[in-house]
């Protein structure tokens, strides 16, 4: 699929091993550097590193940044879905929405951490049962949206993040504005040809989906061959065991904007 979308950067400003004020001053620091969207977690304990380290909630801090911030776009990469009621989290979304002036991206996926669930009280399930509550959800989301006074301010963006072939990328084709994976170049393109097969099972433009994945490597490295595959949101990662470091972040808007020229 050729994209002529431009190229677009994101941040995954993971909130552990970091004080908020460390946070809050990084997320200002990515806003001026350039970067076209900045996203944190939804977990309630670090991924890795001191497993009972410091960490925050996820759409608490989106509330807050999105008055600290005036023009970059804010999510989370991704909310799972098990954790709030859709009709809620689709209240909590168009409240962000608005707080932000529209510049909230839903991203959300069915979950998978297994501690956050045992240690908060949730079921956990099995990796079906979590792909069908986010299958049933996505829909009440959407329907939830429009019965709110007021409205959110625009058609928010609706990130579905995870590359299950069967359920995630069609949940996707039917429901998502963008789509976010992992993995390399041959991988990603993998990934976007079964979810332009299944918008073709339902009669949507693929063209119409935004195509993202995690970057751990430099521009120089895998830039071109991602975007040789319809890749438009590079996203890379930082937390902050040690200070957040931005270079490999600016390594990609320097791209992004050569690419784009």
Known sequence: MTDPRPVRVGLQLQPQHADYAEIRRTVAAVEEAGADVVFNWDHFFPLYGEPDGKHFECWTM????AEATSRIEIGALVTCNSYRNPELLADMARTVDHISDGRLILGIGAGWFQRDYDSYGYDFGTAGSRLDALSEALPRIRSRWQELNPAPTRDIPLLVGGGGERKTLRYTAEHATIWH???????????????????????????????????EKSPDEVGEALYDTGIRLFTTGQDGQGGYDLGRLKDWIAWRDERNA
């Open 62 to 65: 989106l509330g807050a940044w």
């Open 181 to 215: 994976g992992f993995g390399d170049p041959e991988t990603a393109a993998h990934k976007c040809a079964v979810l332009d097969g299944h918008c073709r099972d339902i009669g949507r433009d693929p063209a119409e989906i935004e195509r993202s994945v995690a970057v």
